[in-house]
């Protein structure tokens, strides 16, 4: 059975930075051909949106952002831990959401968040507050 655990998430003052972790367990490198890994986050009272993207087979070529957090974040993954990580840089109160890994076989592309992932973690919550 597939689980992502997130951690890394806590509470920090405009301008701060954290740093997100996800790894993945009940599968290997050899399970899929490749994966997508995203980031997604869900502010209270706010839609689930996706933050970043990244492609097992295109991990030195960077990921997807979405504009609000380009520039700011980075996604980067080790194929070989099952892992992804998100750094987040420059926080801004509009960040403060639960964050979500999310897992699905396959590819990412720009528009990788209006395809299903399989696979969900339980959530990070990030509070950015002066």
């Known amino acids: 059975q597939v689980q992502l655990v997130e951690s890394g998430g806590g509470s920090v003052q405009p301008g701060g930075s954290l740093n997100l972790t996800c790894v993945g367990s009940?599968?290997?490198?050899?399970?899929?051909?490749?994966?997508?890994m995203a980031w997604f986050r869900q502010a209270p009272g706010k839609e689930r949106e996706g933050v970043a993207a990244?492609?097992?087979?295109?991990?030195?070529?960077?990921?997807y952002y979405a504009a609000p957090v380009r520039g700011r974040f980075t996604i980067s993954r080790d194929n070989a831990k099952n892992a992804a990580y998100l750094q987040m840089r420059r926080l801004r109160a509009d960040d403060t959401a639960m964050y979500f890994c999310?897992?699905?076989?396959?590819?990412?592309?720009?528009?990788?968040?209006?395809?299903?992932?399989?696979?969900w973690g339980q959530g990070t919550q990030v509070t950015v507050s002066s």
């Open positions: 009940g599968y290997s490198e050899s399970t899929y051909d490749s994966t997508c």
């Open positions: 999310a897992l699905r076989p396959g590819t990412c592309g720009d528009l990788y968040y209006r395809d299903p992932f399989d696979h």
């Open positions: 990244l492609w097992s087979g295109a991990v030195e070529a960077g990921g």
